[in-house]
């Protein structure tokens, strides 16, 4: 009679042990399916970010050529530096297609 009563104990803790893991997969899916969808937020604002950067140095450079002459000249200096930097990523891109 003990036995039948330990052997249903132990039948009992094993069936509450198997939904709690049951509820622990489920709500795990759950973070795992929210991790994702947040995932792919932040990818997407971070494309926001850096198009937005862009697009305020490109209205910074257009309000700094149509300034007074000292403002063209940085403009034109900060053109410069920026076309240097193309060809030198350019040439990185070609020397490295050569090897």
């Known amino acids: 009679m003990a036995c039948k009563s330990i052997i249903t104990h132990i039948e009992a803790q094993a069936e509450r042990v198997i939904a709690q893991h049951e509820e622990l997969e489920a709500a795990f899916v759950a ?7 947040l995932l792919r ?5 971070a ?3 850096q ?3 862009a697009e ?8 700094s050529l149509g ?4 403002d063209k000249t ?9 076309l240097r930097e193309v060809d030198k ?3 990185l891109l070609t020397k490295t297609e050569n090897n």
């Open 56 to 63: 305020l140095k490109k209205m910074e450079l257009m309000q």
């Open 47 to 49: 494309e926001q970010i």
């Open 67 to 70: 300034g007074k002459s000292a």
């Open 74 to 82: 940085k403009s034109r200096a900060r053109i410069n530096l920026l």
């Open 31 to 37: 973070l795992q399916s929210e991790r994702d969808a």
């Open 41 to 45: 937020e932040l990818r997407t604002q």
């Open 51 to 53: 198009q937005l950067k």
């Open 89 to 91: 990523c350019i040439k």
